[in-house]
C-alpha cells in the first residue's frame, strides 16, 4: 500500500511540471513563440552596462571561491616549487640575476648620480690617448685609424685588416695569402708574372677581396691597378702590378709582410679609473651604473631561455659534465667588474677591471699603488679565501664579479722581519700622491 501512494505521488508530480523539454534546451519554462509583426516592434537589445559586468565578475569570483579544490601537486610539482624557493632564497643572499630564476636582471643605477662608485666604463684609445665611453670605444678606433693614413698608408692599412674585420680565420687566411705573394715577388724578382696579380682571380677573390683594407694595403705598398690584355680573351682585365720604384726595394717588401703578419687588432685599452677613499663603512656597497649589467638584444634573448629552462634544469639529475657547463656559463655572464682593495688601515683602493683578466693584473694594480713596491703581500676575498697570485686564476673564477671588495694584508714573515729591524711600513703603504688624493666614499 505504501508503495501504490509513492507512485501516485510521482505521478502527479510528474503532471505539474509542465510540458517536456528536449536535454538541449535551457532550464526553465519556454517562452512563448512571438509574432513576427511582434518581432520587428521590439526595440534592439542593449549590451549589458558597466555596473552589469562589475556584478558578474563578482559572482564568477564568488562562484569560483566556491569551486572544489584541484587535485593537490604531484611529487613533481614539488620538486619544482621547491626549486623556485631555493632561487627565490639564493637571490636573496647573492642579488645575482640568474639565481633569481624568472626575475629580471640587477637594475643598474641611474647614471650620474652622486652614490654612483663610478660613473660607467671607459677605455682610452692608443693610437691618440683619447678616453671613450663603452659605446664610443669601437668608432673612436676606427676613426684613429683612418685618421692615421695621412701618416703612415702602409701601418694604417694593417691596422684596419686586423681591426675592421671581425672573422680572425678569415684574416689570417687573407694576411698569408698576401704573405704569399710578396714571398714570391721576393724569391722571383726576374719573373714578371709574380709582380702581376689579377683581381678577378678566384683565390684574390674569396681571401682578399672581401677584406677590409686589403687593397689600401697593396696600394700603399707599391701596387698599381692596370687593365692588361689576357690572352684568348677580347677585352682586358684588371691587374695590381708592382711598381718598379718598389721593385727596386725588395726589402722593403720583406719588412711591410713582416708587419702584416705580426699586427693584431687595435683595441681600446680599458681604464682602471684608480680612486683612493678614506676608510668607511659602506667598503662593501657598490652601486654600479648600466655598463656593468647592459646586456645586446641576443643576451637578453639568451637570458630569457635560460631563466624560462631554470626549473627545468634545477630539477633534473645533472651529470657532472652538464653542472660545469653552467658554471662556465656563469662565469661569461659580466663583461666588467669593480673591485676595492681594503688596506691595513682602513683606505681603500678601487679599481675597474675585465671579469676574465687574471689575478696577476690585480696584483699588479695594487703594487703600482704601493710605496715600498718590492714587499710581498697577500690579498683576501671575502671569508679570508687567499688569491693565489701563482695559480693566476680569473677574477670571475675567484667570484670577484661583477664587485667585490678584497683585503690587503703584508706577508707575516716579512713584516715580522720589518718590526725587528724598526722599519714597519706604512700603514696603509700607498704612494705619497695618492694619499693627497684621497676621497670620502659616499
Keep these: 500500500m505504501k508503495k501504490f501512494f509513492q507512485e501516485i505521488k510521482a505521478d502527479i508530480k510528474f503532471k505539474s511540471a509542465g510540458p517536456g523539454q528536449k536535454l538541449t534546451d535551457s532550464a526553465g519554462e519556454k517562452a512563448p513563440k512571438e509574432k513576427p509583426s511582434q518581432l520587428a516592434l521590439r526595440p534592439p537589445r542593449q549590451g549589458p552596462t558597466d555596473e552589469a559586468q562589475m556584478a558578474a565578475a563578482a559572482a564568477l569570483a564568488r562562484l569560483e571561491q566556491k569551486q572544489p579544490r584541484a587535485r593537490g601537486p604531484t611529487s613533481q610539482d614539488s620538486i619544482r616549487n621547491q626549486v623556485r624557493k631555493e632561487l627565490r632564497a639564493e637571490a636573496t643572499v647573492s642579488g645575482s640575476p640568474e639565481a633569481q630564476g624568472a626575475t629580471a636582471v640587477p637594475e643598474a643605477k641611474e647614471e650620474g648620480s652622486a652614490h654612483m662608485a663610478v660613473q660607467g666604463v671607459y677605455f682610452t684609445c692608443p693610437l691618440t690617448g683619447a678616453t671613450l665611453s663603452r659605446d664610443q670605444r669601437e668608432a673612436g678606433v676606427k676613426a684613429a685609424i683612418l685618421s692615421h693614413f695621412s701618416t703612415d698608408p ?113 683595441r681600446a685599452t680599458l681604464e682602471r679609473q684608480r680612486r683612493v677613499f678614506r676608510p668607511s663603512p659602506l667598503a662593501s656597497k657598490f652601486e654600479l651604473p648600466a655598463d656593468f649589467f647592459n646586456l645586446t638584444a641576443e643576451e637578453v634573448k639568451r637570458e630569457q631561455r635560460l631563466r624560462a629552462d ?133
Design 310 to 442: 631554470a626549473v627545468e634544469r634545477l630539477s633534473a639529475l645533472r651529470t657532472k659534465a652538464m653542472r660545469e657547463k653552467e658554471e662556465q656559463r656563469e662565469l661569461r655572464k659580466y663583461t666588467f667588474t669593480l673591485l676595492r682593495v681594503r688596506l691595513p688601515d682602513g683606505c681603500l683602493l678601487q679599481g675597474t677591471f675585465y671579469a676574465r683578466e687574471r689575478l696577476s693584473a690585480l696584483y699588479s694594480f695594487v703594487r703600482e699603488a704601493l710605496e715600498s713596491d718590492w714587499l710581498p703581500f697577500e690579498l683576501l676575498a671575502s671569508g679570508g679565501q687567499k688569491l693565489s697570485e701563482e695559480e693566476n686564476l680569473a677574477l670571475n673564477e675567484c667570484g670577484l664579479v661583477p664587485s667585490a671588495l678584497v683585503t690587503f694584508s703584508w706577508d707575516p714573515a716579512v713584516l715580522e722581519d720589518l718590526r725587528a729591524a724598526g722599519a714597519e711600513p706604512h700603514a696603509s703603504g700607498l704612494k705619497p700622491e695618492l694619499l693627497a688624493a684621497m676621497e670620502q666614499l659616499l
Design 154 to 266: 702602409v701601418g694604417a692599412s694593417i691596422m684596419k685588416i686586423h681591426t675592421f674585420n671581425k672573422d680572425r680565420d678569415r684574416v689570417r687566411l687573407g694576411v698569408d695569402t698576401i704573405a704569399k705573394y710578396l714571398d714570391n715577388i721576393h724569391l722571383h724578382p726576374e719573373e714578371e708574372k709574380y709582380r702581376k696579380i689579377k683581381l678577378q682571380n678566384k683565390v684574390f677573390q674569396e681571401r682578399i677581396n672581401c677584406l677590409e683594407g686589403a687593397h689600401e694595403f697593396f696600394e700603399a705598398i707599391g701596387f698599381q691597378k692596370t687593365l692588361l690584355p689576357v690572352p684568348d680573351q677580347e677585352s682586358p682585365e684588371e691587374f695590381y702590378v708592382l711598381s718598379e720604384a718598389a721593385l727596386a726595394q725588395p726589402q722593403s717588401l720583406d719588412r711591410h709582410k713582416e708587419r702584416l703578419l705580426a699586427a693584431e687588432p687595435v
